[in-house]
């Protein structure tokens, strides 16, 4: 597969991107990317350790002055090219498999999309310009910005991040808020304990145990690179991402929301919806012009307009503990003032593009007889008992599936009626 996605860099290390290979995308990256500074971090895979400096090599023999924040979530460099209103790259392939990596630029906390960096690469036309490299510490201020005004929450709370760049913050964060902490996997793992790292429920079984037998309040689980988070209920139940969004709408009083095209149709009960594309850019271009509260996306990304454009997993960890302690409600009874939500979804592996392209194709054909179409992003199917979503991912080779029933008789009806589709 391409390594130059439609909003980044990511490729299996060391056979799609290695240490020479990371050195010639960076030197591209600084070379397209305007202003001197640019903020950097990575995540703890084994791919992003292998090439960080020869990324930082890169950066710095094409003019840049570097501005090395070290091992962290993708929130510390983006926050600081948000505040600093300057450039920021992550080495990290966020909820991909352990065997990958990948490099994330951006520039005042939204993402830089490499049609550019591409064409630079390709020409091999780098600036020719020493820079300079120094060490800054970026944690505190970000830690201090998404707590402010938070005050004491004296919850009890369950936490894996899965081996990922989040193991040592979130338990720091949490702790300050005056949490009592429980670690599931609490050392960091380049091989995220042997699991894909997302948060979602076929990885939430441990954390959900742990919860009901510990009797804690809530449990969250964040990605590999730290912008996404789950929530496990205090009986042990995961939520459901929409269920979420319900919640943060209604008790942080959000109005204007930005959702992508697999987002559950509930949420238009709630809020002002305008349906997007999938992907970061696509909801942080949105939310830089402050006329959304709320972006949000069915991997459980959620983005707080008030705070920045940026997806982050830690902010709406805080968010949600906040809210728990403001209402002195559980969050299973939270997540019973809200519709119960028949969604689900089913990824599609393909070995290369001619034959996930094929399988599009014959998807298309098909899917057109049961609804009204849509093509906001890939093939949305609209009819009387849900939706049904078809799309390319733009970071693995798959093709993902996405469908919703209006209760359960109708959500069974529009699972026999995918399963047709994509057999």
Avoid at 164 to 183: E, H, M, P, Q, Y
């Amino acid at each position: 597969m391409e390594i130059f996605k439609e909003y980044d860099i990511r490729g299996l290390y060391p056979q799609e991107i290695d240490e020479e290979k990371a050195y010639k995308i960076s030197r591209a990256i600084a070379t397209s990317l305007k202003g001197k500074k640019i903020f950097l971090g990575y995540d703890n895979r084994v791919g992003s350790l292998a090439i960080k400096d020869y990324v930082k090599k890169g950066l710095v023999e094409s003019g840049k002055e570097v501005v090395d924040l070290g091992l962290g979530p993708i929130m510390i460099p983006v926050f600081a090219s948000f505040i600093e209103k300057t450039n920021g790259l992550c080495i990290t392939a966020s909820h991909n498999p352990a065997k990958y990596t990948g490099l994330l630029p951006y520039n005042k906390g939204v993402t830089v999309t490499p049609e550019k960096i591409k064409k630079v690469y390709e020409k091999n036309r780098f600036t020719e310009k020493i820079g300079d490299l120094i060490e800054e510490d970026y944690y505190e201020r970000y830690i201090s910005y998404i707590t402010k005004n938070i005050g004491k929450l004296n919850l009890k709370i369950g936490i894996d991040s899965m081996g990922g760049s989040t193991t040592s913050i979130a338990s720091d964060i949490f702790k300050r808020l005056n949490c009592k902490v429980r670690l599931l996997h609490a050392k960091p793992d380049s091989n995220f304990y042997g699991k894909t790292p997302e948060p979602i429920k076929e990885n939430a079984s441990e954390l959900e145990h742990m919860v009901k037998k510990e009797k804690l309040d809530v449990g969250m689980q964040f990605d590999a690179d730290g912008d996404r988070v789950a929530f496990v209920d205090e009986n042990g139940k995961f939520v459901d991402p929409m269920i979420i969004t319900m919640i943060f709408i209604r008790y942080l009083k959000l109005e204007n929301v930005v959702a992508t095209v697999a987002c559950s149709s509930h949420l238009e009960e709630f809020a002002k919806i305008t349906y997007s594309k999938v992907g970061r850019p696509n909801i942080e271009k949105k939310l830089v012009n402050k006329k959304f509260d709320l972006g949000v996306e069915t991997a459980s990304h959620y983005y707080f307009a008030k705070y920045f454009p940026f997806s982050d997993g830690l902010l709406g960890g805080v968010l949600l503990a906040s809210i728990l302690n403001k209402t002195k409600k559980k969050l299973s009874q939270l997540v019973n003032e809200f519709p119960k939500v028949y969604f689900d979804s089913v990824s599609l592996p393909f070995e290369n593009e001619s034959k996930r392209t094929t399988k599009m194709k014959e998807i298309e054909k098909e899917a057109v007889k049961y609804g009204k179409i849509e093509r906001i992003d890939g093939i949305k199917v609209i009819n009387e008992q849900g939706f049904m979503l078809f799309r390319k991912s733009n970071t693995e080779p798959i093709l993902r599936v996405y469908y919703e029933g209006k209760d359960e008789e109708s959500y069974k009806k529009i699972k026999d009626t995918v399963n047709s589709i994509i057999r």
